[in-house]
């Protein structure tokens, strides 16, 4: 089975400016989604980008970035000028190929902190 | 648009008691259902997914069951319930090579 693994479990950044959240993935798939979503206190899950894993350039949403490097099995998120609206818990997802099961896996989650 | 409801919000229920959950999809036809569980301050654990109507599969033997008795409907249940079914259940959907869309959740406390 794909694991995710968010080895951060808190981290903290200024506000206005950036931070980024790591998370690596075993698998042996070549045709899989990566996504990354937002828990707010209101713990209503939002996502926040995705990234087509058959796509060699890296997902952009505004001040949301990542670092998709899939010979490491790698995909960070990168959040530029850190907004008190940012605070949340981020949880970095894994979803198979379609063919075979369309199944999610999560990491354990980052909490994140924005210091006024 | 889609939409994706869950009930209740909040659920106070004394330990060996039923339980049900149910979750509805607007606006989608034959999506893949899901059910996390969310321990205080953990990460999502999947409970159970269905692809179709009757359709359900396990991820985590234990207590609770799933049932799927329409295309957009989807139930958490449980005969008894446990000290260690407290938690934040949430209720997600998703259609072919798209991300899930999960509902506002349901937070479970057994006394």
């Known amino acids: 089975a794909q694991t995710v693994t968010q080895s951060q479990p808190e981290m903290s950044v200024q506000e206005a400016e950036t931070v980024t959240l790591s998370c690596t993935y075993d698998t042996s798939e070549s045709d899989y989604y990566l996504f990354w979503y937002k828990q707010p206190p209101s713990r209503q899950m939002i996502l926040v980008i995705r990234?087509?894993?058959?796509?060699?350039q890296n997902a952009t949403e505004n001040r949301f970035s990542v670092n998709f490097q899939k010979a490491a099995k790698s995909f960070s998120l990168k959040i530029s000028d850190s907004q008190l609206g940012d605070a949340a818990m981020y949880f970095c997802a894994y979803r198979t190929s379609p063919n075979t099961g369309n199944q999610f896996y999560f990491g354990t989650g980052t909490s994140l902190t924005v210091i006024p | 648009s889609q939409t994706i409801h869950q009930w209740p919000a909040t659920l106070v229920q004394p330990v060996g008691s039923p339980l049900s959950l149910e979750c509805t999809v607007e606006?989608?036809?034959?999506?893949?259902l899901y059910w996390y569980r969310q321990a205080a301050g953990r990460g999502l654990q999947l409970l159970f997914y269905s692809v179709g109507i009757g359709q359900i599969s396990s991820e985590v033997p234990q207590n609770l069951s799933a049932s799927r008795p329409q295309d957009r409907q989807f139930i958490l249940s449980s005969k008894k319930l446990l000290l260690s079914d407290s938690g934040f259940y949430l209720c997600?959907?998703?259609?072919?090579?798209?991300?899930?869309?999960f509902g506002p959740g349901t937070r479970l406390t057994v006394l």
């Open positions: 606006g989608t036809s034959n999506p893949n």
């Open positions: 990234q087509e894993a058959y796509k060699q």
């Open positions: 997600a959907w998703s259609v072919i090579a798209d991300e899930q869309f």
